[in-house]
Structures are given as C-alpha cells and as structure tokens.
C-alpha cells in the first residue's frame, strides 16, 4: 500500500472518531443545558468547547456567546476544523483520494454522511439540532459496521487505527475538562448540577449504562474517572484504546514481520497504565497525568506517520 | 442547417412511427413504458450515480465543484453489422495513428516523402523534441485512444477527433451499463446486448504487454489527485484494474528507475498508465513549475526503464491541424483506403481556406487546433453576431490556429427531457486499446448527449449528458467476450 494512502486511511479514521465525539457532545450539551437554568446552560456550552480545544478560537469569531451560537460553530462553522461539519468533510476528502482502498459502503456511509450536513446552513432549533446529531450518528454507525465487515487488509488497519489513537485523545480531553474547568468553586461537590454533569459525561461517551453495571451505588468523580481510565470493558477508556493501539500495531507487525519505535512507544504507554491506580493519579493530579498522556498519545501519531512514511 | 430534420438512430427519417429494421424491439419496449415508470427510472439512476459519488468537477466552477453528468436511460444501439464496420475502421485508423507516430519521432519517412508538409508537425507545438528517436516497447505509442465520431446518416460515420492523449470517459461506458442493468433488466432479456465489463482487464492486459521488463509488471496509474475533474474515472479503474492509483509525489526516480514509496519501503515501477498532460509529466523536462509530475521521469523513460502509456509525444496525432491530413495519414501507412471519413475540414492556415472560412462563418464550426472541451469553439448557426465578430477578429490575427468544419446534422436518439421523449444529438466515443498483440475494442462506448434542444454540444463541461450505449451480438452469434481487428 502506498504511504499517501496509509495516511489518508489513517486520517479517515480520526475525523470520523472526531465526528462522532462532537455530535455526542453536542447531543449531550443540549441535554445538560436544558437541566439547569440560564447561567448554568452557558456553563455547559463554555464546556464543550472547550473540550474540543475551541473556546479560543470561537472568541475569535468574535460571534457574541450564547447556546445557539456555540451549537452552531461546533455543529456547522467551516471556520472550525473541529466542527462536526469541517470533520466530515475532512473525512470525505480523504475517502475520496483513497477511494480505493475503501469498499464501496465505506465510501457510501462517509459520502452519505457528508452529504446530510454539506447544505445546512443554519442547525435550527434545538430538537432539529438533536434529528441531525440523530441522523448523522446512524451514518457514522453504517461506516464502523462497513469498517468491520471489511476485508482484514491494511485499508481497514490503518483506519480503526487512526480511530483508536482519536478515541484515547477525546477521552483523555473530556475528562480533564470535567475536573479542571468544570467545577464552580463554591459548589458542593455530589451536587444535583454535579450529578447532572456527570451523567452527561457517561452519556457522551455512551457508557451510562456501563457504569451501572460495573459500580453499584451513586455516581462517584473518582470511580467515572477510574472507569474511564482504567476499564478495559469500556471501549472508550484510555486503557482500552492504549490496548487496542498495541494489538493493532503488533497484529500488523506479526503479518508483515517488523516492527518500529511506533510499536515500542505502544506498549510502554500500556504498561504505565497497567501499573498504575486510580489513587496514585489522584495524588500526582489529574490534570497534569491526563496532560501527560494527551502528549504521549500525540507522540505515538508522530512515530506512526514517520513508522510508515505518512509524510 | 438544422432545416432537415436530423437522421434519428431508432426511427431513421419516418419520422417517428416506423423504427429502422434491427431496432423494433428497441422501440417496442420504449413504446410499453409510460413516461410515470420513465421519470421514476430516471430519477432512481440520479439518485445511484449521486451515492456512487460518480462526479465530475467543471474547471472555474467553484459552485458545481461536484456535478453528476446527467445520465438517460433510453440507450443508443448499434446493430451488429454496424458495429462490424465501426470496430473495422476504428482499427485501421489507430494502427494508421501510431505508425504515424512511430514515424515522426524516428525516420521522418512520411516527411520525406511530402505526404504532409515538415512544419506542419515540426514547427507544432504538440510536436515533443524530448522523445524524439526515443522508441516505446513495441513501438505502440497510443495504447488508449478514444476516437469521437459523429453520424449523419445510416451509414454515414465520420471521425471528429482522435483523442490520443489521455482520453477519459470510459467509466461512464462501465457505469451507465451498471445502471442500466439495474434499472431496465427486461432490456437486457430482449436484446443480445454484448457486454463491455472486460474493459479493465482488457487494459490492464495491454499495461502489462508493454512493460519494458518481462515476467509480472507492475502497473501503475498517476492521477494529478483527487481534484481533478476525472478522478472519479482514474481511481474507478485503477481500483477495477487492481492497480495502484498514485500522484506524482507517490514516486521517486533513483538511477534513471522508477519506484513507488509504499508502507513496506520502495517498489519497482514498470508501467505508468498516466493521467496528466505530458506537460506536468516531469518539472526537469517539461514545465519547471509543475506540482504533479516526478522529477527524472522522463530520464527512466528515455532509457527505456519505464513505459508511460500514452507515451509522451502522442499529442501529435490528435492535433486539429494534423486530422486534417489522416486520410493520407492512413492510405500511407496501411496502404488501404480510409474506411472511417474525416469530417471536411477547412485549414485557416492556406489562404483559400481562411477566405472560405472567413465568408461563412455563420454556417461553420471553428476551432482551435489545440483546443479540447468545447472550449475556444465557435459554433456558427446558434452564435451571436458579437461571438462571430469576435471569432472573425481572433481569426484574422492567428489564421494558424483554427480549422473549419460544417456544422454537421448529428445524428439524434430519443431522450428522456421535460417534455416527455423527444430526439436529442449525440456523438460516440469508443475506446481504443493498443497492445504488443495489435488492437482490442470492446463493443461500446461513450454516448454523449446535448441535452438542450437542438443544441449540437455535448461535452460534459457544457451541459451534456451521456446514455449506454449497446451493441448487439449478431443474430445467431455467441456474444463475444470483446475484441476486435
């Protein structure tokens, strides 16, 4: 396989993660701000964007701060690489320079997808903003049963690994919006807004059912964040994508018979994470071990591009 | 012009209610459709092209950046002994156009003999020093050509273009077929329809015959990426070809080799099936500033590591100016009588012609010689005073740079339009494989369709459409698996 189209296979996998983390997060949000009242729905919106890393670069707009116009920039805005829209098109582009190497539903689920969002202009209220996240899901679910039922040839590999290393970045980033941007000072901690919150993470990364089946008992900061760290039954842990990176990695190490630094990098990030507990991260601070991981996570992509001549 | 009414392929001059002999159960079946299960057809086969992702993007058109080409489902037929002299002449004029080649990048004998004057292909711009004496394996220089031909009457074809280049179109043959036999499978039970789905293989059998190596050559095909215009066509049959679809940065050229960079290291490149203007083909050679080639390319080629098919130079043979001299072209080379007609063609550049041109332009149809596309076209009957003025000025200036032809009465076929089914002009363009073994065609084509009434434009990038286009096994006849001469 040519490294262009590794690359491009790789990057279809990341923007249809990203994709999918921002429509759940814009789903969320708009339940999460209809529970509270005025200030606290603003909280909410300030939240998302700043779990997707855009609360700079909306000020810049300089659109003046409300729901709707956050719920649009994160839904529609072309001037957002992030937003759900400039992700599927990104996705799209790629899919379209390495069209083939996708199957025919793989390239049909994307294109579907993208034509969904392309002419919307405006997200429209609230319940129209929810039909679309709705309807775009059901797409981004089509290209993961697409991506599953494909041949097990390198096209496939390089996108679930390309969705993998997304999938710990998004995670790794909405939990460290939660702690460290998202606790009013003053506010009692296992609050009703607190418990509002935290459901509304579960939800974001679908697991609130999850959690309930693992921990009995109310909703506890420590245990989500346990949960999400360490679980590797939940597929959106960070454990559970820093274990699927090294079986990817190594799976197409054993068929091809080499190995790189990518490889080595892997599993060292796993094995950090095997050998910690929660309480130890507690006591090293949240933040700064999610930060951590964020960078090495970005490492690992660097050593994936330059493992398989990406540039 | 355009006062007689054109000669339409399924009724032939009756007007509308005898089809031609060969074409009554065409016919039949279009007169058992009502035009509600039309228009549902119809739509269905937009919506599929749409899904596919089957566009194609019109240049300075940010806009429609992403169009389908219209698609109608009433096919064009040819009947088998039509197509029998088609396929015949098609093959005597490409042999024709790569003996010519062959010729004019090696002992000039056609030249010498003053068939055609020196400086008409000398001094021409499409005329490629760089590869002159240089000899392709094989001496097959147009291994693809896409030959546009138009028609008059029932056995009136004439050759409109010889696209020598690098035609493209021919997904739309492979894909108007696949929707046609989703879409009217009955047609299919009626008619002995020959089938063209062996193009891919028939291609990459040709790649593979002209590879400068022996034993399995790699292939490739080289797109300019997936903004151009056809790269729905290019990564379609790279896919359908099993080949890899690379861009000019995909490949390196080390020791006048060339390689593709892949995920397990470097691998040998072979064939280059390109999709790029010989211009962009390699910034060290050709234009510096280009983006889309590989630097050294045409070094490999020269020293025969690498064929690139069409071979670099091929532009020779579709120039307007050269066209005008192919029947000669072809009575020289096979030493035969041209079997497919050129459209008569007025060169501007002999004073008589321009005279001749200049007095009638109303009724003609001018071009640039190096023009493709529709671009840079005047056609007389349906121009403006002020476009025939300007034409008049542009011609007087650089007489050199235009021919003139008739404005022809195409052919019409009935179509699918608003107004329910009404005849509409086509032209054909057949694809015209060249390999060490000689020439392979597979019965089909391209139809394009002007969809506007009247309109005798059909190029995509001028609101044309495109139809199947069927031929039919001879009666009795096992369909062949496709292939000709």
Redesign the interface.
Known sequence: ??????AHLYWIGRYMERAEFATRLIEATIRLAALGDHEESEQAWRSALSVVGAAQSFRATGESFSPANVRRYLTLATENPGSVRSCLATAR?NA??A??ALT?EC??AI??AW?IIRDRTKPGGVQQSLNLMDSLKAEIRGFEGALNRMLRS?GAWFMQLGAAIERGDNTARLLDVKYYLLLPPGQEVGGALDRDQWSTLLQIVSAKTAYRHLYSGPLKPWRVAEFLIFRNEMPRSLAASAGETVDLLSDFANR?G?QGPADRLARKRLDRIAALRITHIVQEGLHEWLHAYIRDNAALDQAIARQ??FA | MAKKRAFDELWGDSGDRTPRPDFESVAAWLSDLSAAELLRRQQAAEAAF????ITFAVYGDEEAAERIIPFDIIPRVFSAREWANLSAGLEQRVRAINLFIDDVYGARKILADKVIPADIVLGNSQYCIPVAGARPPHGVYAHICGIDLVRTGPDDFFVLEDNARTPSGVSYMLENREAMLRLCPELFDALPVEPVDSYPELLRETLQSVSPGRGDACCVLLTP??FNSA??EH?FL??NMGI????G??LEVDDDQVW?????GRLKVDVIYRRIDDAFLDPLVFRPDSALGVPGLMAAYLAGNVTIVNAPGTGIADDKAIYSYMPEIVRYYTGEEPKLPNVETFRCREPGALQYTLDNLEQLVVKLVDGSGGYGMLVGPTASKQEIEDFRAALKAEPQRYIAQPTLALSTVPTFTDSGLAPRHVDFRPFVLTGSEGVTIVPGGLTRVALREGSLVVNSSQGGGTKDSFVLAAEDAVPSPGGAG
């Open positions: 396989m040519l490294s262009r189209t590794a582009d379209r320079a069209r083939t025919v390239w049909e294109n579907r034509l390198e091809f080499r398989f001549r | 749409r899904s596919l992702g990426g997936h790269f729905y990564s790279a896919d890899e679809l690379v861009e940065s995909d593709m960079r892949t995920i397990h």
